[in-house]
């Protein structure tokens, strides 16, 4: 809203505070070192419900009469507020949807109905983060995702400064900090068992405490509560921390956040451990410094791995500020500038009378596009990126599948693993100027050849365990008195085969898992095969058969276990690496 400010002049509405006066009144406050303007509206506490919802209104027509005739750009930050301006007659609507606030603890039963009047009346929508997009893209037209930006100059002053404030010097070090909101959000009772698992460790908390009772939070020799601390004043804090935590509940309140915080923290040069909210592990997931952790022992284990970490400086933070350069509050301004001018009615200098526009309006009317594409996978979102940055051209993407990237689409799931939804992609290329084009826009994870020792050796022992069963199903023929058919040999070599060559083929470029349950189905088709042949030859009287296709089949299931559990190994390796990476 500073940047907002050099164009216009900008007013918060904020909520409202009693007053044992007898009439409503307005209280304007400057934000110190910018143009824009808090206003309090201040209601007389006997007033009822209705009195005040009635004062407010008022108040709200006193600010825009003080503004002049011009209409104003309404913007909400939350629909509570929509009922004291909807009768405004306004340049424009702007929905910033932040939160899913309905999700949050108190709050009103009126909001999912405000909201869905506001998502009505809105001409643009912005949502603080992509999981909060995806929620909402469908309610309306005109929406865009703005995770967050971060003023990287003022938390990059942390990691230069050397003096900590006073009442944080006292706190022995290692210091794990949060900074923020301590409400319903926070997995307080993870951060007691983080504090009771290592007592050498300090863990304080900056931020004010929101709907939550004092003596419900966590105490501990070790857990230091400072209060909320002015915005200028935080990297001085930050740069006496040792690890930024993020130990959010994982709840409906959580579901949807996106937290400023992740940003901040890394710009101040701090490592990052934080349970697994998506958008964090969307955004943040395959950097180093970004740990994730969803229970007491991991976020012991993650926070002793980010304490490796020299924080402030070191290699791992050239990766960092790359990845901060792309989310400058400039940029996210300039977007959200051009969005909203597309959506504001050339000014009307003559207010219209109160409820004059009495349907919505439709903000389709009043955007042209120069291209319409449909389908938004690679070819069709590289063309749209092009024609719209390149030659300025305006672009609407269409695609029936809720998302973009077409069948290489990716996303992490609940669980912080990465899920390929329409089948496992690789990205190659012998171009820089490709590989250096979509580097703009995703991070890379190097793909992993099939390089499980393990796992190559229980194949290879498997292999050769083969060969002599091929021997004692000889023996097994011989047993029951006919001579083996080459045709049944063949089969089994054939499996070999099959196994030899996904070995093969496997190097360089498949992942374990995807070997191990080549090998795991050669296994399963083997031991339903011995099996029926076993109980076949019990059936028939062939004791001898008998014993050599169990040995057989004992053989089967034991590599079949010991598959199973590399699986389970390789498999859970990876989706750690995948939440540390
Ligand atoms: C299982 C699998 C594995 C693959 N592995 C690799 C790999 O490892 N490496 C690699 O380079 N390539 C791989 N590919 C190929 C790769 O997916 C494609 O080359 C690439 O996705 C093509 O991009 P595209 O934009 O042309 O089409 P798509 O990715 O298919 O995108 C087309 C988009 O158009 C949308 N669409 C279609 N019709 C309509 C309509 N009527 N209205 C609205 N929207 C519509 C679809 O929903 C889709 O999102 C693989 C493909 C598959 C299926």
């Known amino acids: 809203m500073e940047r907002f400010s050099r164009e216009r002049k900008i007013y918060f509405f904020e909520e409202f505070i009693l007053t044992d006066h007898h009439f409503p009144y307005l209280e304007f406050h400057s934000f110190a070192g910018t143009a824009v303007k808090a206003v309090r509206p201040r209601i007389p506490d006997r007033w009822s419900e209705a009195q005040r919802q ?26 509570m507020m929509f009922p004291l301006a909807r009768h405004v007659d306004a340049a424009a609507v702007v929905y910033d ?7 949050f603890r108190f709050a009103s039963p009126m909001l999912a109905d405000l909201e869905r009047e506001l998502l009505h009346r809105a001409d643009v929508v912005f949502t603080g983060g992509h999981s909060l997009y995806e929620a909402k893209r469908l309610l309306h037209d005109n929406i865009y995702p703005f995770p967050s930006s971060v003023d990287v100059c003022h938390f990059q002053s942390a990691r230069k400064l050397c003096v900590t404030p006073p009442e944080q010097a006292q706190i022995p070090r290692p210091i794990l900090g949060f900074c923020g909101v301590i409400d319903e959000r926070l997995d307080l009772e993870l951060t007691a068992a983080l504090a009771r698992q290592r007592p050498e460790w300090s863990i304080v908390f900056i931020g004010p405490e929101a709907k939550i009772r004092t003596e419900d939070l966590p105490r501990a020799p ?55 909210i998506t958008d964090v592990v969307r955004q943040y997931g395959d950097m180093r410094g970004v740990y994730f952790a969803s229970d007491a022992p991991s976020l012991v284990c993650a926070c ?21 350069a792309t989310l400058s509050w400039d940029d996210t301004h300039r977007r959200m500038s051009r969005l909203v001018e ?16 009495k349907t919505p309006r439709s903000s389709w009317r009043r955007r042209r596009f120069d291209y319409v594409i449909v389908g938004a996978g690679f070819a069709g979102a590289v063309l749209a990126e092009r024609l719209a940055n390149e030659s300025g051209q305006r672009v609407l993407v269409c ?11 990716d996303f992490y799931n609940e669980s912080g693993i990465l899920v390929h939804k329409y089948g496992p992609h690789i990205f190659h290329t012998n171009s820089e100027a490709i590989f250096d084009y979509l580097s703009r826009f995703t991070a890379w994870r190097p ?41 049944k040999c063949d089969a089994i070599e054939g499996l ?26 050669v296994e399963h088709y083997e031991i339903v095969r011995y099996g029926a042949l076993r109980e076949w030859a019990k059936d028939l009287g062939h004791d001898e058969a008998h014993k050599l296709l169990s040995e057989i089949l004992d053989q089967e299931k034991a590599t079949n276990n010991k598959l199973t559990n590399l699986a389970v190994t390789s498999i859970n390796k990876t989706s750690t690496r995948s939440r540390a990476a």
């Open 54 to 79: 009635a004062g407010l209104v008022g108040l709200v027509d006193e600010l825009l009469e003080l503004l002049g005739p011009k209409p104003p750009i309404l913007w909400f930050y939350t629909p």
């Open 97 to 103: 949807c932040m939160d899913e606030l309905a999700n």
């Open 222 to 276: 070790n857990i230091h509560y400072l209060g909320q601390k002015d915005y200028l004043s935080l990297p001085a804090y930050f740069s006496g921390w040792d690890v930024a935590l993020m130990p959010f509940a994982r709840n409906d309140a959580t579901r949807f956040i996106s937290p400023t915080k992740t940003p901040e923290y890394l710009a101040a040069g701090l490592p990052v451990v934080s349970t697994p």
């Open 304 to 324: 002793e791995e980010a304490l490796q970490l020299e924080p402030k400086r070191g290699e791992w933070l050239n990766a960092v500020d790359e990845r901060l």
């Open 342 to 357: 597309d959506v504001v009615e050339p000014a009307v200098r003559v207010p219209l009378p109160p409820v004059a526009r």
């Open 399 to 409: 695609d029936r599948r809720p998302h973009i990237g077409g069948n290489a689409y």
């Open 447 to 487: 793909y992993e050849a099939a390089n499980n020792a393990e796992l190559k050796k229980a194949a290879e022992e498997h292999l050769s365990e083969t060969k002599d069963q091929i021997k004692k199903l000889e023996q097994v023929f011989k047993s029951i008195g006919k001579t083996a058919s080459g045709e």
């Open 496 to 521: 070999i085969k099959e196994a030899d060559g996904v070995m093969k083929e496997a190097e360089g470029t498949a992942l374990d898992a995807g070997l191990l349950a080549a090998c795991q189905a």
